[in-house]
């Protein structure tokens, strides 16, 4: 079965980086365009990022842009969200979810959480 | 923008639930539905206003469409209690959501 599993959320400084990754299996990951989507506490669902499955394109949410980086691996189906200067708004769980016709989200990982703090 | 209410609905097990979802722009039918539990991730329940996804119980119906939008949980069972949000994908990016409606017990 399908099955998305993100890691390497944490508590940072603000002003600082980190990276997140999603582990994917159970289907053809490179077939399949992906997206990171974000939830701080007790809020609603905000998306992040999308990547085409070819690489060819990303876009991003306008609060996030020129600050994240979305990319993956198609070799080791993994999906990445390189995230810099890093603000304590950005605090959230952290989802990937895999893209389905018609542009909804029809797999979700288990999130993982990002602190911003000092 | 997408504006869901209302924010809370308490409902008595075996009743019917009705949460509306309003789009400020017209999105056809380009609207889907998640339910998320809390310390879950959100499970897509609806897509194309009305169509259920894999394995969702026929007590889940959407309807709707342009900018008006409705989910109807015919009769609430005990695991319906739940967070649901809408989400429109005629415009994109951005992809966006409502800020959800908690289905809680009456």
């Known amino acids: 079965q399908v099955q998305l599993v993100e890691s390497g959320g944490g508590v940072v400084q603000p002003g600082r980086s980190l990276r997140l990754s999603c582990a994917a299996s159970?289907?053809?990951?490179?077939?399949?365009?992906m997206h990171w989507l974000r939830q701080a506490r007790g809020k609603g669902l905000e998306w992040v990022a999308v990547?085409?499955?070819?690489?060819?394109?990303?876009y991003y949410a306008d609060s996030v842009k020129g600050r994240f980086t979305i990319s993956r691996d198609n070799s080791n189906n993994t999906l990445y969200l390189h995230m810099s200067r890093l603000r304590v708004d950005d605090t959230a769980v952290y989802f990937c979810?895999?893209?389905?016709?018609?542009?909804?989200?029809?797999?979700w990982g288990q999130g993982t959480l990002v602190t911003v703090s000092s | 923008v997408m504006t869901q209410s209302p924010a809370t609905l308490s409902v008595s097990p075996g009743e019917r639930a009705t949460l509306s979802c309003r789009a400020s722009?017209?999105?056809?039918?380009?609207l889907a539905w998640y339910q998320q539990k809390p310390g879950q991730a959100p499970r897509l329940l609806i897509y194309?206003?009305?169509t259920r996804a894999t394995g969702v119980p026929p007590r889940f119906s959407g309807s709707g469409s342009g900018t008006d939008f409705t989910l109807t949980i015919s009769s609430l069972q005990s695991e319906d209690f739940a967070v649901y949000h809408c989400?429109?994908?005629?415009?994109?990016?951005?992809?966006?959501f409502g800020q959800g409606t908690k289905v809680e017990v009456k």
């Open positions: 722009q017209y999105i056809s039918n380009n």
């Open positions: 990547i085409w499955h070819d690489e060819s394109t990303q």
């Open positions: 979810a895999r893209d389905f016709f018609p542009r909804v989200f029809d797999s």
């Open positions: 159970g289907f053809i990951f490179g077939k399949y365009d």
């Open positions: 194309g206003a009305s």
């Open positions: 989400q429109q994908y005629a415009n994109w990016p951005p992809w966006t």
